[in-house]
Protein backbone atom coordinates (compact mmCIF):
# COMPACT_ATOMS: atom_id res chain seq x y z
CA UNK A 1 0.00 0.00 0.00
CA UNK A 2 2.79 2.36 0.90
CA UNK A 3 4.78 1.62 -2.29
CA UNK A 4 1.62 2.48 -4.10
CA UNK A 5 1.00 5.81 -2.59
CA UNK A 6 4.34 6.52 -2.91
CA UNK A 7 4.58 5.62 -6.86
CA UNK A 8 1.22 7.92 -7.18
CA UNK A 9 2.92 11.09 -5.75
CA UNK A 10 6.45 10.25 -8.00
CA UNK A 11 4.20 10.70 -11.39
CA UNK A 12 2.57 13.57 -10.22
CA UNK A 13 5.42 15.19 -8.84
CA UNK A 14 7.11 14.17 -12.35
CA UNK A 15 4.14 15.19 -14.58
CA UNK A 16 3.87 18.71 -12.59
CA UNK A 17 7.51 19.23 -13.37
CA UNK A 18 7.11 18.46 -17.51
CA UNK A 19 3.70 20.89 -17.20
CA UNK A 20 5.48 23.04 -15.70
CA UNK A 21 8.68 23.18 -18.14
CA UNK A 22 6.12 23.16 -21.24
CA UNK A 23 4.02 26.03 -20.00
CA UNK A 24 6.43 27.99 -18.54
CA UNK A 25 6.89 30.50 -22.12
CA UNK A 26 2.97 30.01 -22.57
CA UNK A 27 2.22 31.55 -18.79
CA UNK A 28 -0.06 34.43 -19.44
CA UNK A 29 0.16 37.75 -17.47
CA UNK A 30 -2.03 41.10 -17.00
CA UNK A 31 2.06 42.22 -17.09
CA UNK A 32 3.96 41.98 -20.51
CA UNK A 33 6.88 43.22 -18.75
CA UNK A 34 6.72 39.69 -16.61
CA UNK A 35 5.82 37.66 -19.51
CA UNK A 36 8.85 38.69 -21.41
CA UNK A 37 10.91 38.16 -18.17
CA UNK A 38 9.39 34.88 -17.89
CA UNK A 39 9.87 34.16 -21.52
CA UNK A 40 13.82 34.95 -21.70
CA UNK A 41 15.27 33.16 -18.54
CA UNK A 42 12.82 30.29 -18.44
CA UNK A 43 16.10 27.90 -19.96
CA UNK A 44 18.62 31.17 -19.86
CA UNK A 45 22.11 30.01 -18.56
CA UNK A 46 24.31 33.29 -17.90
CA UNK A 47 27.29 30.57 -17.67
CA UNK A 48 27.25 29.81 -21.22
CA UNK A 49 28.49 32.53 -23.79
CA UNK A 50 25.95 33.87 -26.65
CA UNK A 51 26.86 32.09 -29.48
CA UNK A 52 25.53 29.17 -31.57
CA UNK A 53 28.59 27.35 -32.70
CA UNK A 54 32.11 27.30 -31.19
CA UNK A 55 33.52 28.99 -34.40
CA UNK A 56 30.90 32.51 -33.82
CA UNK A 57 32.66 35.42 -32.18
CA UNK A 58 30.62 37.66 -29.58
CA UNK A 59 32.00 41.58 -30.57
CA UNK A 60 32.23 43.31 -27.51
CA UNK A 61 32.85 47.21 -27.38
CA UNK A 62 33.98 48.46 -24.18
CA UNK A 63 34.18 52.33 -23.24
CA UNK A 64 35.66 54.44 -20.42
CA UNK A 65 34.70 57.13 -18.54
CA UNK A 66 37.45 58.14 -16.08
CA UNK A 67 36.36 59.68 -12.56
CA UNK A 68 39.48 60.34 -10.93
CA UNK A 69 42.85 58.31 -10.49
CA UNK A 70 44.69 58.14 -7.65
CA UNK A 71 48.25 56.73 -6.83
CA UNK A 72 49.18 54.80 -3.81
CA UNK A 73 52.80 55.68 -3.26
CA UNK A 74 53.64 53.56 -0.86
CA UNK A 75 52.62 49.99 -2.15
CA UNK A 76 53.16 51.14 -5.58
CA UNK A 77 49.80 51.09 -6.89
CA UNK A 78 47.55 52.80 -9.17
CA UNK A 79 43.45 53.58 -8.56
CA UNK A 80 41.62 53.97 -11.70
CA UNK A 81 37.99 54.91 -10.38
CA UNK A 82 35.95 55.35 -13.64
CA UNK A 83 32.47 54.33 -15.45
CA UNK A 84 32.73 51.23 -17.67
CA UNK A 85 29.91 51.16 -20.39
CA UNK A 86 30.24 47.49 -22.17
CA UNK A 87 28.12 46.96 -25.27
CA UNK A 88 27.44 43.45 -26.61
CA UNK A 89 25.06 40.93 -28.55
CA UNK A 90 23.31 37.99 -26.94
CA UNK A 91 21.08 35.69 -29.15
CA UNK A 92 19.69 33.72 -25.70
CA UNK A 93 18.39 37.03 -25.10
CA UNK A 94 16.38 37.56 -28.06
CA UNK A 95 12.31 37.94 -28.64
CA UNK A 96 9.40 39.37 -30.83
CA UNK A 97 7.90 42.39 -29.60
CA UNK A 98 4.75 41.91 -31.32
CA UNK A 99 4.08 39.07 -29.27
CA UNK A 100 4.21 41.20 -25.62
CA UNK A 101 2.44 44.16 -26.59
CA UNK A 102 4.87 45.86 -28.26
CA UNK A 103 7.68 46.01 -25.83
CA UNK A 104 10.91 46.08 -27.61
CA UNK A 105 13.50 47.30 -24.43
CA UNK A 106 13.67 45.69 -21.04
CA UNK A 107 16.11 46.41 -17.96
CA UNK A 108 18.09 43.03 -17.26
CA UNK A 109 20.33 42.79 -13.62
CA UNK A 110 23.86 42.50 -15.05
CA UNK A 111 23.94 38.97 -12.32
CA UNK A 112 21.22 37.02 -14.30
CA UNK A 113 23.10 37.44 -17.29
CA UNK A 114 26.12 36.35 -19.17
CA UNK A 115 28.69 39.17 -19.39
CA UNK A 116 32.24 39.44 -20.42
CA UNK A 117 34.63 38.46 -18.27
CA UNK A 118 37.09 42.32 -19.28
CA UNK A 119 39.26 42.64 -16.27
CA UNK A 120 43.32 44.54 -15.76
CA UNK A 121 45.82 41.52 -16.29
CA UNK A 122 48.64 43.66 -13.91
CA UNK A 123 46.94 43.62 -11.03
CA UNK A 124 47.84 45.23 -8.00
CA UNK A 125 45.67 43.75 -5.44
CA UNK A 126 45.14 40.28 -6.04
CA UNK A 127 42.44 40.18 -3.18
CA UNK A 128 39.92 42.24 -5.21
CA UNK A 129 37.93 40.94 -8.05
CA UNK A 130 38.15 42.95 -11.07
CA UNK A 131 37.15 40.71 -13.77
CA UNK A 132 33.57 41.88 -15.24
CA UNK A 133 31.14 44.11 -13.94
CA UNK A 134 29.61 44.88 -10.72
CA UNK A 135 25.92 44.59 -9.90
CA UNK A 136 24.25 47.11 -12.39
CA UNK A 137 20.76 47.47 -14.32
CA UNK A 138 21.39 46.72 -18.32
CA UNK A 139 19.61 47.92 -21.31
CA UNK A 140 18.35 45.24 -23.29
CA UNK A 141 16.75 45.02 -26.76
CA UNK A 142 14.38 42.62 -28.51
CA UNK A 143 17.23 41.80 -30.71
CA UNK A 144 19.79 40.97 -28.07
CA UNK A 145 21.76 43.87 -27.93
CA UNK A 146 23.02 44.93 -24.85
CA UNK A 147 24.57 47.98 -23.10
CA UNK A 148 25.90 47.81 -19.46
CA UNK A 149 27.41 50.60 -17.48
CA UNK A 150 28.87 49.86 -14.00
CA UNK A 151 31.33 51.90 -11.71
CA UNK A 152 34.71 49.75 -11.75
CA UNK A 153 37.72 50.58 -9.72
CA UNK A 154 40.84 48.62 -11.32
CA UNK A 155 43.60 48.53 -9.07
CA UNK A 156 46.83 48.10 -11.49
CA UNK A 157 50.78 47.71 -10.34
CA UNK A 158 52.57 50.92 -11.32
CA UNK A 159 56.69 50.77 -10.91
CA UNK A 160 57.62 53.99 -9.39
CA UNK A 161 60.68 56.08 -9.34
CA UNK A 162 61.07 59.15 -7.18
CA UNK A 163 64.61 60.00 -8.64
CA UNK A 164 63.74 63.61 -8.91
CA UNK A 165 61.12 63.73 -6.27
CA UNK A 166 59.34 65.85 -5.28
CA UNK A 167 59.09 67.09 -9.43
CA UNK A 168 58.29 62.84 -10.00
CA UNK A 169 56.21 61.66 -12.94
CA UNK A 170 55.49 58.05 -13.22
CA UNK A 171 54.18 56.03 -15.95
CA UNK A 172 51.58 53.53 -15.31
CA UNK A 173 49.81 51.17 -17.56
CA UNK A 174 46.63 49.36 -17.29
CA UNK A 175 46.62 45.86 -18.67
CA UNK A 176 43.32 44.85 -20.01
CA UNK A 177 41.78 41.64 -21.90
CA UNK A 178 39.60 38.94 -21.57
CA UNK A 179 40.58 36.57 -19.16
CA UNK A 180 39.02 33.19 -20.32
CA UNK A 181 37.94 33.59 -23.45
CA UNK A 182 40.31 34.58 -26.83
CA UNK A 183 39.82 35.91 -29.62
CA UNK A 184 38.22 32.91 -31.60
CA UNK A 185 35.13 33.40 -29.44
CA UNK A 186 35.34 37.23 -28.10
CA UNK A 187 35.94 39.98 -30.54
CA UNK A 188 37.09 42.67 -27.93
CA UNK A 189 36.94 46.39 -29.39
CA UNK A 190 37.60 49.64 -27.00
CA UNK A 191 35.30 52.48 -28.00
CA UNK A 192 35.83 55.98 -26.63
CA UNK A 193 37.32 57.62 -23.25
CA UNK A 194 35.18 60.02 -21.71
CA UNK A 195 37.58 62.70 -20.18
CA UNK A 196 34.89 65.15 -19.23
CA UNK A 197 33.93 63.37 -15.72
CA UNK A 198 37.74 63.13 -14.84
CA UNK A 199 38.18 65.32 -11.61
CA UNK A 200 41.13 67.54 -10.85
CA UNK A 201 43.76 66.22 -8.78
CA UNK A 202 45.55 68.82 -6.28
CA UNK A 203 48.50 66.28 -5.57
CA UNK A 204 48.88 65.01 -9.55
CA UNK A 205 48.63 65.94 -12.81
CA UNK A 206 46.99 63.62 -14.87
CA UNK A 207 47.73 62.58 -18.49
CA UNK A 208 46.27 59.59 -20.71
CA UNK A 209 47.18 59.02 -23.90
CA UNK A 210 48.29 56.35 -26.19
CA UNK A 211 45.64 53.72 -26.08
CA UNK A 212 47.28 50.65 -27.62
CA UNK A 213 46.35 47.03 -28.46
CA UNK A 214 48.16 43.96 -29.23
CA UNK A 215 48.24 40.48 -30.11
CA UNK A 216 49.55 37.62 -28.69
CA UNK A 217 49.54 33.83 -30.47
CA UNK A 218 48.63 31.02 -28.19
CA UNK A 219 48.27 27.57 -29.00
CA UNK A 220 45.11 27.30 -29.71
CA UNK A 221 43.94 30.69 -31.08
CA UNK A 222 45.02 34.61 -30.44
CA UNK A 223 44.50 36.87 -27.49
CA UNK A 224 43.67 40.64 -27.88
CA UNK A 225 44.73 42.57 -25.33
CA UNK A 226 44.67 46.31 -24.51
CA UNK A 227 47.09 48.80 -23.05
CA UNK A 228 46.27 52.44 -21.49
CA UNK A 229 48.77 54.49 -20.62
CA UNK A 230 48.35 57.05 -17.44
CA UNK A 231 50.90 59.60 -16.80
CA UNK A 232 51.35 61.55 -13.27
CA UNK A 233 53.72 64.35 -13.04
CA UNK A 234 53.68 65.73 -9.22
CA UNK A 235 52.14 69.08 -8.32
CA UNK A 236 55.66 71.45 -8.12
CA UNK A 237 54.13 73.90 -5.99
CA UNK A 238 53.52 71.23 -2.89
CA UNK A 239 56.77 69.57 -3.05
CA UNK A 240 58.84 72.77 -3.92
CA UNK A 241 57.45 74.93 -0.84
CA UNK A 242 58.02 71.80 1.49
CA UNK A 243 61.57 70.24 0.98
CA UNK A 244 63.58 72.51 -2.42
CA UNK A 245 63.07 76.02 -0.90
CA UNK A 246 64.54 74.62 2.75
CA UNK A 247 67.51 73.68 0.73
CA UNK A 248 68.36 76.69 -1.35
CA UNK A 249 67.78 78.41 2.31
CA UNK A 250 70.40 76.37 4.03
CA UNK A 251 72.41 76.30 1.32
CA UNK A 252 72.64 80.13 1.55
CA UNK A 253 72.93 80.24 5.36
CA UNK A 254 75.60 77.37 5.05
CA UNK A 255 77.77 79.78 2.63
CA UNK A 256 77.83 82.92 4.67
CA UNK A 257 78.61 80.96 7.87
CA UNK A 258 82.01 80.63 5.98
CA UNK A 259 82.21 84.45 5.29
CA UNK A 260 82.35 85.13 9.42
CA UNK A 261 85.21 85.31 10.90
CA UNK A 262 86.12 81.92 12.84
CA UNK A 263 87.62 83.52 15.96
CA UNK A 264 83.72 85.44 16.32
CA UNK A 265 81.59 83.51 18.58
CA UNK A 266 78.17 83.82 15.99
CA UNK A 267 80.17 81.62 13.47
CA UNK A 268 80.21 78.81 15.88
CA UNK A 269 76.98 79.64 16.96
CA UNK A 270 75.33 79.67 13.64
CA UNK A 271 77.16 76.50 12.33
CA UNK A 272 75.46 74.45 15.46
CA UNK A 273 72.53 76.04 14.49
CA UNK A 274 73.00 74.64 11.10
CA UNK A 275 73.84 71.63 11.60
CA UNK A 276 70.96 70.83 13.98
CA UNK A 277 68.88 71.84 10.83
CA UNK A 278 70.07 69.12 8.63
CA UNK A 279 69.60 66.99 10.90
CA UNK A 280 65.93 67.60 11.22
CA UNK A 281 65.36 68.32 7.27
CA UNK A 282 66.72 64.49 6.66
CA UNK A 283 64.81 63.13 9.64
CA UNK A 284 61.58 65.13 8.01
CA UNK A 285 62.11 64.24 4.45
CA UNK A 286 63.03 60.18 5.63
CA UNK A 287 59.69 59.89 6.74
CA UNK A 288 57.67 62.03 3.96
CA UNK A 289 59.66 59.88 0.61
CA UNK A 290 57.75 56.90 0.03
CA UNK A 291 61.02 55.35 -1.17
CA UNK A 292 59.81 52.01 -0.02
CA UNK A 293 58.81 51.14 -3.86
CA UNK A 294 61.47 53.47 -5.35
CA UNK A 295 63.69 51.95 -7.93
CA UNK A 296 66.35 54.91 -7.29
CA UNK A 297 67.24 56.76 -4.36
CA UNK A 298 65.80 60.48 -4.43
CA UNK A 299 67.91 63.08 -5.45
CA UNK A 300 67.25 65.30 -2.86
CA UNK A 301 67.80 62.93 -0.10
CA UNK A 302 71.37 62.91 -1.22
CA UNK A 303 71.32 66.62 -1.54
CA UNK A 304 70.42 66.79 2.11
CA UNK A 305 72.61 64.07 3.35
CA UNK A 306 75.83 65.37 1.62
CA UNK A 307 74.98 69.33 2.92
CA UNK A 308 74.38 67.26 6.36
CA UNK A 309 78.01 66.30 6.07
CA UNK A 310 79.35 69.86 4.50
CA UNK A 311 77.79 71.29 7.73
CA UNK A 312 79.08 69.40 10.03
CA UNK A 313 82.95 69.71 8.47
CA UNK A 314 82.53 73.21 8.97
CA UNK A 315 81.29 73.47 12.42
CA UNK A 316 84.78 70.88 12.56
CA UNK A 317 86.65 73.22 10.58
CA UNK A 318 85.32 76.44 12.76
CA UNK A 319 86.77 75.20 15.90
CA UNK A 320 89.86 73.91 13.91
CA UNK A 321 90.62 77.35 12.69
CA UNK A 322 89.87 79.07 16.45
CA UNK A 323 93.07 76.93 17.70
CA UNK A 324 95.08 77.99 15.44
CA UNK A 325 94.38 81.11 15.22
CA UNK A 326 95.33 81.11 19.40
CA UNK A 327 98.51 79.39 18.71
CA UNK A 328 101.57 81.42 19.77
CA UNK A 329 104.38 78.41 19.27
CA UNK A 330 106.82 79.23 16.08
CA UNK A 331 105.03 77.73 12.98
CA UNK A 332 107.44 75.38 11.08
CA UNK A 333 108.87 76.91 7.68
CA UNK A 334 106.78 74.76 5.49
CA UNK A 335 104.00 76.23 6.58
CA UNK A 336 105.84 79.67 6.78
CA UNK A 337 106.68 79.43 2.66
CA UNK A 338 103.26 78.04 1.71
CA UNK A 339 101.73 80.73 3.63
CA UNK A 340 104.07 84.11 2.17
CA UNK A 341 103.43 82.70 -1.21
CA UNK A 342 100.02 82.37 -0.80
CA UNK A 343 99.50 86.19 0.68
CA UNK A 344 101.86 87.77 -1.54
CA UNK A 345 100.31 86.75 -4.57
CA UNK A 346 97.55 89.25 -6.35
CA UNK A 347 95.20 87.55 -4.88
CA UNK A 348 96.65 86.39 -1.26
CA UNK A 349 97.10 90.44 -0.97
CA UNK A 350 93.54 91.01 -2.21
CA UNK A 351 92.06 89.07 0.76
CA UNK A 352 94.12 90.44 3.19
CA UNK A 353 93.52 93.94 2.04
CA UNK A 354 91.24 94.87 4.72
CA UNK A 355 93.79 93.83 7.39
CA UNK A 356 92.33 90.73 8.83
CA UNK A 357 95.05 89.96 11.08
CA UNK A 358 94.49 90.67 14.48
CA UNK A 359 96.20 89.87 17.69
CA UNK A 360 92.74 90.64 19.59
CA UNK A 361 88.82 89.75 19.21
CA UNK A 362 86.26 92.57 19.34
CA UNK A 363 83.42 91.71 21.27
CA UNK A 364 80.14 92.90 22.23
CA UNK A 365 79.72 96.60 23.60
CA UNK A 366 82.97 97.57 22.14
CA UNK A 367 85.53 95.72 24.41
CA UNK A 368 88.50 93.71 23.33
CA UNK A 369 90.35 90.84 25.26
CA UNK A 370 94.09 90.84 24.52
CA UNK A 371 95.31 87.74 24.54
CA UNK A 372 97.67 87.12 27.37
CA UNK A 373 100.20 84.92 24.87
CA UNK A 374 100.86 86.85 21.98
CA UNK A 375 99.31 84.41 18.83
CA UNK A 376 102.12 83.93 15.95
CA UNK A 377 101.14 85.96 13.54
CA UNK A 378 102.12 82.81 10.71
CA UNK A 379 99.58 80.77 12.43
CA UNK A 380 96.55 83.22 12.16
CA UNK A 381 98.00 83.99 8.00
CA UNK A 382 97.71 80.27 8.14
CA UNK A 383 94.20 80.62 9.13
CA UNK A 384 92.84 83.40 7.01
CA UNK A 385 93.91 81.08 4.31
CA UNK A 386 92.46 78.06 5.14
CA UNK A 387 89.36 80.01 5.64
CA UNK A 388 89.09 81.44 1.88
CA UNK A 389 90.29 78.25 0.79
CA UNK A 390 87.25 76.28 2.47
CA UNK A 391 85.27 79.04 1.41
CA UNK A 392 85.61 78.83 -2.61
CA UNK A 393 85.76 75.19 -1.97
CA UNK A 394 82.56 75.00 -0.09
CA UNK A 395 80.93 77.03 -2.44
CA UNK A 396 82.26 75.41 -5.91
CA UNK A 397 80.84 72.19 -4.04
CA UNK A 398 77.47 73.63 -3.31
CA UNK A 399 77.12 74.82 -6.98
CA UNK A 400 77.78 71.37 -7.84
CA UNK A 401 75.27 69.95 -5.87
CA UNK A 402 72.91 72.34 -6.89
CA UNK A 403 73.48 71.36 -10.73
CA UNK A 404 73.33 67.31 -10.12
CA UNK A 405 71.42 66.31 -7.04
CA UNK A 406 68.34 69.68 -6.80
CA UNK A 407 65.62 68.57 -8.37
CA UNK A 408 63.68 71.53 -10.82
CA UNK A 409 60.26 72.17 -11.35
CA UNK A 410 59.32 71.28 -15.48
CA UNK A 411 59.33 73.92 -17.73
CA UNK A 412 56.66 72.39 -19.46
CA UNK A 413 53.23 70.96 -16.89
CA UNK A 414 51.82 68.11 -18.16
CA UNK A 415 48.44 69.02 -19.79
CA UNK A 416 45.38 68.03 -17.61
CA UNK A 417 43.21 65.08 -18.71
CA UNK A 418 44.51 64.90 -22.47
CA UNK A 419 43.35 62.08 -24.26
Known amino acids: MCKGVIFIITIISLWASCSGDFTCKEIESVSPALKLKRHLFCDYDKDIIPTKNKDQQVFIEVSLLPVSVEMNEYTGTLDFHTWMIMNWQDIHLTWT ?43 LQSDGKIQCAGARVFTTHCPTDFTNWPYDKHNCTLHFGSWIHYDSNVNLTFGDIYMHELRENRVWDVEMSNLTSFSERYERSWDNMFFLHVGLTRNPMRGGMSF ?16 LDSRSMERIAISGVTFIAHILLVLDLHWSLPSSTSLNIPKILIFYEVSLILSSCILVLTSFLRKIYSLSTPAPSAVIILTSTVLNSPIGRLVNSEGSLKSEVTLEDGETEVSPSKPNKTWQECAIVFEWLALVIFTITYFILIAVLLPMAPKNPVKHYEY
Not at 99 to 124: E, H, L, M, Q
Request: charged share 15%; with cysteine.
Open 97 to 139: PSDFNGVNSTYVKSNDIWVPDFTVFNSGDFSKDQTGLPSTDCY
Open 244 to 259: VAPAVVILMITLTILW
